[in-house]
Nanobody, 122 residues
Framework: QVQIVESGGGLVYTGGSLTLSCVVS?????????MAWYRQAAGDLRRLVAR???????DNADSVEGRFAISRDNARISVNLTLNSLKPEDTAVYYC???????????????WGQGTQVTVSS
């Protein structure tokens, strides 16, 4: 069974910073693919924030370009998201989204963390 543990959310004021962390663990993890962070604001769809490949290639949503930074540690199977220059519109539940191959599967599947709340107050 795979465990995906997120941490680091909280309440900050406009212009503040946070770092979200996601650690993946469990038996049978054969390979790790892309790792990403999504967010879902109240009444909205879940949307991609940032994605990082095994090779370190990064895709950021236009709304966070230059403010958020994603990084990963392949040895620990973890992914971080540093949120800078936060705005009230960044308020959402942030979800970790690793792509994993879990024994005995022969292909990758997406997995989701439980989410961590980020609230930006003006």
């Amino acid at each position: 069974q795979v465990q995906i543990v997120e941490s680091g959310g909280g309440l900050v004021y406009t212009g503040g910073s946070l770092t979200l962390s996601c650690v993946v663990s469990g038996r049978g993890i054969l390979r790790t693919g892309d790792m990403a962070w999504y967010r879902q604001a109240a009444g909205d769809l879940r949307r991609l924030v940032a994605r990082i490949s095994n090779a370190g290639e990064i895709d950021n949503a236009d709304s966070v370009e230059g403010r958020f930074a994603i990084s990963r540690d392949n040895a620990r199977i973890s992914v971080n998201l540093t949120l800078n220059s936060l705005k009230p519109e960044d308020t959402a539940v942030y979800y970790c989204n690793p792509v994993l191959q879990i024994y005995p599967a022969t292909s990758y599947s997406q997995y989701w963390g439980q989410g961590t709340q980020v609230t930006v107050s003006s």
